[in-house]
């Protein structure tokens, strides 16, 4: 969509020739000859940004966007004068008034790509935070909380698990939903966000609270029901018949103290549920459940139970199985009665199940962990497309509990302690002097130690923690820069690895423009590295992005070239200035002629496009030498230097020129 711009200015020429160009630019253009003719405007129109004179009778511009941004805050204002004075220019910065101040008389080209960045920064504010996402997209019951536990938020489950509405619930107090638990334990787990708080629900239902994320002065809690309800009317009585959890683990002690053979638990739920649920409404959802309950009840053989957990979940029981190929039979057995949509309520419904297991006494001989673990495989079985059965391992388990340690402990790290950069040199191959430098990210956690980027990020980049982390480095990166200057030591550039997702972040561009000019950096000081295989994804979308940030004057490398699609052909496609060859072609380089022939060809097409080659993971002489005969540009690896401490890194740029070769 392209953005609409409303254009306020008191001299009639002025506004008509700004008309002309920001129209001629491709955007929908509104003018208005004075502040309230433009507050006219707005109460039917939708802008996106308003350009304003300063000075005009009546309304001067800062009144204006003063009065716009009670209404619609995302609107981004600009103001464009020759004779603003000084104090109302810093008055309506700081207090955000005004998005940026532009002189009078413009250049046409300027004018335009301040408009270019305002655009960004109006996507940046109309994009919904964390918390919004997670509160309109996830299904689980979740509410936002202050510090003090007044409610500022929900999302639809919990309402309809609560059966308020949400104004009904908005700044009140959290306790008073909560049976019998003084205010003091509430705090303290308000406070530790490691914990979980256990208690009833003013419905009398028993609940588990605990914390999904927080920003400052918001805490977003889920809130999930441990029973389910237990209002079934008397053709429903039936699940209240099969075994409950306790009944189960009892079970399972016996068979599995008994010796004969495995014994198995499976977990297993409808898949999509929450979609039958919301086409059927609860009631007919609960009576599906219990046909379930009925149809799974009748395949049941000798030694085989059926236990119901909660919602749509249930385990089965077999005792006494040979091995594993046994148990995954009975388990296609229990099934086979849905292989064929079954009639209810009027209609077909096929259902499908996500199903995991684990086996006793291999897995573990404890009832409550076997089917803890069979639940996990079961959860873990989700996203598969083919409905298989999932057998437990326990490196689901190990490798989840990190995946959520990880997460959390990045939550908690708001303040982004415990970070710090390292930086390895690159070489000059053709005087064998450092250059530049990759920046590369540390994590040295309180409790967990020092945190490998190649673990911590890609957690982050899916939980979005990047966002906030990246900037964090890129803002570490230009004071740094900065200060090496201050030094007078000589270094052209510094690389900063940049994610994907930080790439599409609206905004990205204008706020690296803004870290620029604050630590007073020119562009071309710093290089940007995006990976081959994010590049490549959508190559369009690439495309747009780079540009942007290439008209910045940034450098932008494509980093790990030779891991993913590897097509030089794309190389022309894109605007880049470096390509980075992976490790992984260096590795081979010393013993293979093959991989010789294509680096050397690699090299040589990158050098015909203007491309910049550095090679990354030297790390011996041998492959050193054979890079300089290759015509490489730069090189980097442990064979120089391993990534240093910014003081470590300092005393090796005061020792230049480096004693390389
Ligand atoms: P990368 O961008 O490919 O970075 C190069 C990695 O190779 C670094 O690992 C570096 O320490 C290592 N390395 C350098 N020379 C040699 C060598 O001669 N031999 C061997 N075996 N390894 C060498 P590191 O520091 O563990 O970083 C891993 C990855 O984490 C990086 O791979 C990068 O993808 C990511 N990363 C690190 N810092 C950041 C950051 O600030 N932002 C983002 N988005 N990603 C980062
Ligand atoms: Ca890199
Ligand atoms: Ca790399």
Partial sequence: ????????????????????????????????????????????????????????????????????????????????????????????????????????????????????????EYKRRAQPDLHTQLLISSQDALLEVDPQGQILRVNAALTKLWQLDGNSLYQQPLVNFLLELPTEQLAQFLIHQQTTL?????????????????????????????????????????????????????????????????????????????????????????????????????????GQHLVYLSGDKFALIYSHCADEMAIQLQISESLSVFDNPLMHDDRLVQLNFNLGYAIAPIDTITPEKLLKYANLACRTNRNNQHHFYMRFEQAILDSKKQQFEISNALYSNIDNNGFSLNFQPKISLTDGKIRQAEVLLRWNHPKMGSISPALFIPIAERDGQIIRIGLWVIEQSLSTLADFYHQGLELERLSINVSGRQLQEPGFGAELQQLLSRYQIKPEQIELEVTETYLMEDLQLSYTVLSQLHQIGVRISMDDFGTGYSSLAYLTKLPIDEVKLDRSLITELSSDLQSQGMVRNIIRMAHDLNLVVTAEGIETQEQQQLLKLMDCDLIQGYYYSKPLTKKDFVAMLKQQPFAGE
């Fill in 198 to 302: 256990l208690c009833l629900d003013h419905q009398h239902h028993e609940i588990e609270l605990s914390h999904r994320s927080s920003m400052p002065n918001q805490l977003l809690l889920k809130l999930e029901r441990l029973e389910p309800l237990p209002q079934f009317s008397s053709d429903l009585s039936n699940l209240s018949n099969l075994l409950n959890h306790q009944q189960a683990c009892q079970l399972l002690d016996r068979y599995i103290a008994e010796q004969r053979g495995l014994t198995a638990a499976a977990v297993l739920d409808i898949d999509n549920f929450s979609l039958i649920n919301d086409a059927l409404g609860y009631y007919k959802t609960d009576l599906l459940i219990n046909k379930v309950a009925n149809l799974l009840q009748q395949q049941l053989e000798p």
């Fill in 1 to 120: 969509m392209q953005s609409k711009i409303l254009i306020v200015d008191d001299e009639a020429a002025v506004l008509r020739s700004l008309e002309r160009l920001i129209s001629r630019a491709g955007y929908q253009v509104i003018t208005a000859s004075s502040g309230a003719q433009a507050l006219a405007l707005l109460a039917d129109n939708t802008v996106q940004i308003i350009l304003s004179d300063f000075r005009m009778p009546l309304m001067c511009g800062n009144e204006l966007l003063k009065a716009v941004k009670k209404h619609s805050p995302q609107v981004v204002g600009l103001i464009l004068s020759a004779y603003a004075d000084f104090d109302a220019v810093v008055e309506s910065l700081n207090s955000g008034i005004a998005y940026k101040f532009l002189q009078k008389p413009w250049t046409d080209h300027l004018l335009l790509a301040e408009i270019q960045l305002a655009e960004l």
